[in-house]
């Protein structure tokens, strides 16, 4: 079987590659970074490491990798492909649906098997995202032919894979926990289980689960480690204030996702107990700037901040520690990052009440708006 995946990247490799070849896939990777490329061709293979006390490593074989900037061989691979996943992060989505929509335009012209598209982005209904990107692409009699011959089922995934110092550029360390959930109702025709995959009849809530607890989670205990001089997440959660400002972060998630999707409160205490120790492996090193990068992406509204700060206080719920968390991220100045640096100069442009509405979408009437200032300037006074 042969796989096509986009992005290369260290959770391509780490995490969807590594389960790609465990289930018996060919990979062909699809990248921009011409390095990886050139290694890939040439190696057809690389090594995958626990970040565990027993630093188990397995080696990836039967791999490739063509640029992303040769979309006719690219499209050709689509073409002769079982199965297209992507790590692409959820806004370069857009960027690669030209050269999928060309894959499975010749695919309806060869008149190829059904073919599934998964894209594997920490934002909820990616696949159907990317679905809208290509079919842009595709004529209304391609669409329609598109429709009974190609899938794009939802999925969630999870894994924490780290900013990577490795003398060989192609090795991954990664944490021992995956996870990765597949929307069954999704898929057509015949599929070959992937291995170590889940899946479910409704996605909705693990991908909400995920992405209110662990992705809120992480996000807060790098922007919170940040202000306070921090520079890894595993610093971040020895100090115990943050680490409990991070675990009630995820409470205040949990009593929205326990209400919302009828999840048993006491496993849902204990999947926060088990995300907490996931941040705090000693055996990770994982910079609070990575984790807190894309801070405009982050507090977007239907992202893992604000929807389930407006979602919980629609329901009545305590959203204290969440709009802290807020808070924090508007207050993430790192320079590196120019999502960071175009936040900051909105701030100051702007005003803190009119930024946040503009990237929020909050009112300023709203309670929450408020709430969030009020926040901002606890933070702020504290760091005098």
């Known amino acids: 079987m042969r796989a096509v995946h986009f992005g290369a990247g260290n959770i391509g490799r780490g995490f969807i590659g590594q389960i790609l070849f465990r289930s018996n896939y060919e990979i062909c990777f699809v990248d921009v970074n011409e390095t990886l490329v050139n290694l890939l061709q040439t190696r057809h293979e690389y090594t995958v490491s626990l970040a565990d006390e027993s630093h188990e490593t397995m080696v990836v074989r039967n791999v490739t990798a063509l640029s992303g900037n040769d979309m006719e061989n690219v499209a050709e691979a689509i073409a002769q492909a079982d199965l297209v996943t992507t790590a692409v992060g959820v806004n370069i989505l857009k960027h690669i649906a030209p050269t999928i929509s060309a ?15 998964i894209a594997c982005e920490n934002a909820i209904k990616a696949s159907s995202q990317l679905k809208e990107h290509i079919y842009t692409q595709l004529t209304d009699d391609l669409k329609a032919q598109a429709e009974r011959f190609t899938a794009f089922p939802n999925a969630a995934v999870d894994r924490i894979v780290p900013v990577q110092h490795n003398d060989d550029p192609l090795h991954v ?16 025709g015949k599929f070959t289980p992937l291995r170590g995959v889940h899946y479910v009849d409704d ?8 992405l209110f607890t662990v992705n809120t989670g992480h996000c807060c205990a790098a922007y919170l480690g940040y202000l306070s001089g921090q520079t890894t997440i595993q610093q971040a959660l020895a100090d115990p204030g943050i680490c409990d400002q991070v675990t009630q972060v995820m409470e205040e998630t949990g009593a929205l996702l326990v209400a919302k999707h009828n999840f048993d409160a006491n496993d849902h205490k204990r999947y926060i107990n088990k995300i907490v120790a996931r941040f705090r492996n000693p055996y990770l090193t994982d910079e609070v700037v990575r984790v807190g990068r894309s801070p405009i992406r982050k507090l977007s509204p239907n992202d893992r901040l604000v929807k389930p700060a407006l979602e919980a206080y629609n329901r009545g719920f305590s959203i204290d520690h969440l709009t802290a968390a807020i808070a924090a991220g508007l207050l993430f100045d790192f320079p590196g990052d120019p999502e960071a640096v175009e936040l900051q100069q909105t701030i100051q ?11 929020t979408q909050i009112e300023p009437g709203h309670p929450v708006h408020q709430l969030v200032l009020d926040q901002v300037r606890q933070l702020q006074s504290k760091s005098q």
């Not at 926990?177 to 109702?185: C, K, M, T, V, Y």
């Not at 996605?203 to 995920?210: A, D, H, M, S, V």
């Not at 442009?349 to 990237?359: D, F, H, R, V």
């Open 103 to 117: 894959g499975i335009a010749l695919r309806i012209t060869r008149k190829a098997p059904p073919l599934h598209v």
């Open 349 to 359: 442009e702007k005003g803190l009440s009119q930024a946040i509405t503009y990237y």
């Open 203 to 210: 996605l909705l809530p693990y991908i909400e689960r995920k």
């Open 173 to 188: 360390t990664v944490e021992p926990f995956f996870e990765w959930i597949i929307d069954r109702s999704q898929m057509i």
